[in-house]
């Protein structure tokens, strides 16, 4: 496998403020970039892992146990990172790390389907165990469903010609692979829009984002990170395009605003003041050096909040 490069590396190491005895968990283990940056600096902590990919997790246990013994490896929806972590008697976290979307090694892997531009069967399934796959989306879905996906997750103009081909198409036979898929797409889009950007670049994030329920689980995941922080602790989030990053950008903001009816005040009381801020109210994005080493960080944004009271 090729290296895979973590985005946003040190930006988002830096802003978790790791001790040596920090608890920290990596929601979004992957290929274990960021998972062993942490590792190495917690040598007194411990790091908990959560990912649903099982090649992944076999990449990873291999990659982290050459740094230390002191992780765990979760196989599972980072949605479940409550209930996981109370299993095993966590109740207070020093920090969260959620790195969201597809991994690079996901994206190579031609046989995962996830990338428009290799033949393969359409799949796009995170975690190979879950029997729902691409090619359910595309064969069994409504047109009015492929239309709403397509718009929703994928924010096509061209959503309903799209969906309606699909439905088309089709009526003939099965379509099982991410060219075949592509030609269709294709056929949907006037040419004059095919030059500006690959044509199904939206419509298989779209497809993706559904077969995953990657924007279902944010929210919820989020909420339960918040409410194990510890005071002083953090939660680092990178996203890589606007849907996510609109949902993490709003539950942050949420968190750390104050009550509109007192916001005015000279002097607001300690209980009254909200019980999060923002690490830094401008959002951080990967330098020059970095989008020169790795193009694929170039809509990444790393966002981050503090608990303080």
Request: charged content about 30%.
């Amino acid at each position: 496998m090729e290296k895979h490069i973590s985005v946003l590396l040190e930006e988002s190491i830096s802003s978790l403020n790791l001790k040596e005895s920090s608890i920290i968990v990596d929601c979004t283990l992957g290929y274990g970039g960021h998972s062993s940056s942490i590792l190495a600096r917690i040598k007194k902590g411990f790091l908990f892992a959560f990912d649903q990919d099982s090649e992944a997790i076999r990449h990873s246990t291999n990659r982290l146990s050459a740094i230390g013994t002191n992780f765990t490896i979760i196989k599972s929806n980072f949605v479940n990172l409550k209930e996981e972590l109370l299993k095993r008697n966590v109740h207070e976290v020093d920090g969260f790390l959620f790195d969201l979307g597809v991994s690079s090694p996901q994206l190579d892997d031609i046989e995962r389907g996830f990338s428009f531009h290799e033949d393969t069967k359409l799949d796009m399934r995170m975690d190979k165990d879950n029997p729902f796959s691409a090619y359910d989306v595309v064969n069994t879905y409504s047109k009015e469903q492929l239309t709403d996906i397509f718009y929703k997750y994928g924010e096509d103009k061209f959503a309903r010609n799209i969906a309606k081909k699909i439905v088309e198409y089709r009526e003939q036979k099965p379509i099982e692979t991410t060219l075949e898929l592509v030609d269709i797409i294709k056929t949907a889009i006037p040419m004059k829009f095919r030059k500006e950007k690959h044509p199904a670049r939206q419509i298989f994030q779209a497809i993706r984002i559904e077969v995953n329920h990657e924007l279902d689980v944010i929210e919820p995941a989020l909420d339960q990170a918040l409410s194990m922080l510890k005071v002083g602790g953090r939660v680092a989030v990178i996203t890589f395009h606007s849907l996510e990053d609109r949902l993490v950008k709003n539950k942050f903001k949420e968190k750390c605003a104050i009550d509109k009816k007192i916001q005015g005040l000279p002097n607001i009381p300690a209980e009254y003041l909200p019980d999060f801020r923002l690490v830094s109210t401008k959002v951080i994005t990967p330098s020059n050096e970095e989008l020169e080493k790795n193009p694929r960080a170039r809509s990444s944004k790393l966002r981050v909040v503090e608990r303080v009271k």
